[in-house]
């Protein structure tokens, strides 16, 4: 590993699963036409690899049952049901 792969690797800091939840959930949303990426505008209408990146968050919050903080285990419900939401919006477009 390079010195600059080193320290990028460093900026990033530690994961946790908030943020692993975000990332799934951020591609999802891309994916249903609602979330931009920076740089590239609204996000493109993709509506199996969004339904593919929902089942994930899904499967990761029954796998998890019981071993979540209650801050986790709000927000991975919150994020679910906002997701359906979206993706059914963007299904029925």
């Not at 792969?5 to 799934?24: Q, R």
């Not at 993709?46 to 986790?72: F, R």
């Amino acid at each position: 590993m390079t010195e600059i792969e080193k320290e990028n690797a460093a900026d990033l800091g530690p994961v946790n699963f908030s943020e692993l939840i975000l990332g799934f959930a951020s591609a999802a949303l891309y994916y249903t036409g609602d979330s931009a990426i920076e740089g590239k505008g609204k996000g493109e209408i993709n509506l199996p690899l969004a339904k593919h990146n929902i089942d994930i968050v899904n499967l990761l919050h029954q796998k998890t049952k019981g071993n979540l903080s209650e801050e986790e285990g709000k927000l991975i419900d919150e994020i679910i049901v906002d997701l359906r939401e979206k993706y059914s919006s963007a299904a029925k477009s």
